[in-house]
């Protein structure tokens, strides 16, 4: 199982979008809308974000978005924020009650 | 308020043994799917083990099969992760974490195992 491909960084200005992509295959992400976005700030445990493809648990804002194509599933993050600046992570359910998480990206705003 | 929390890490020698816990609070513990994701140092996560509500079922990520044990004591809203032969890129922060729809709402602060001589 090998992990799912993110960009290593994104980068942008406040206020602007990002998209975030999460790359898989047809045995994880093109198979199952079970992909999920956790953030995390250095030092700290993951937050979830976004689960089921496209669901907010609940105090996370809508800011933050998710979706899926085919094998390639993306976060959006519009408004950037300062506090959005942190390490992101997608993972995917990968059948037999295993999951693959990405390779993260760090999101800088400038 | 759910709270996990990890205990158990430490330095331990190529081969060691080495036993996490998590105390989980704040929810029935009894009710939920429970999972050890680890992250090591400067890199990115990785999910090591899941346990089902009664222990019935367990899954492990390959790299670990045969060598770790996933458990569980709900009567004490506990998790546990037996480490055996441990081996230097088992080296890592373990976090203990609540599953739902395939995802981890909850998470604990993580405990950090060094396995080195």
Redesign the interface.
């Known amino acids: 199982q090998s992990a799912l491909t993110q960009p290593a960084s994104v980068s942008g200005s406040p206020g602007q979008s990002i998209t975030i992509s999460c790359t898989g295959t047809s045995s994880d992400v093109g198979s199952y809308n079970l992909v999920s976005w956790y953030q995390q700030h250095p030092g700290k445990a993951p937050k979830l974000m976004i689960y089921e493809v496209s669901k907010w648990p609940s105090g996370v804002s809508n800011r933050f978005s998710g979706s899926k194509s085919g094998t390639t599933a993306s976060l959006t993050i519009s408004g950037l924020q300062a506090e959005d600046e942190a390490d992101y992570y997608c993972c995917s359910y990968a059948g037999s009650n295993t999951y693959v998480f990405g390779t993260g990206t760090k999101v800088t705003v400038l | 308020e759910v709270q996990l929390v990890e205990s158990g890490g430490g330095l331990v020698q190529p081969g060691g043994s080495l036993r996490l816990s998590c105390a989980a609070s704040g929810f029935t513990f009894s009710s939920y799917w429970m999972s050890w994701?680890r992250q090591t140092p400067g890199?990115?996560?990785?999910?090591v083990a899941?346990i089902k509500q009664d222990g019935s079922?367990k899954?492990y990520?390959?790299s670990v099969k045969g060598r770790f044990t996933i458990s569980r004591d709900n009567a004490k809203s506990s998790l546990y992760l037996q480490m055996n032969s441990l081996r230097a890129e088992d080296t890592a922060v373990y976090?203990c974490a609540r599953a739902a729809?395939?995802?981890?709402?909850h998470?604990?602060?993580?405990t950090l195992v060094t396995v080195s001589s």
Not at chain 2, 43 to 47: A, D, I, M, V
Not at chain 2, 101 to 105: H, K, N, R
Not at chain 2, 107 to 110: C, I
């Open positions: 994701v890199k990115g996560l990785e999910w899941n079922e899954y990520v390959h976090f729809s395939s995802s981890w709402f998470w604990g602060q993580g």
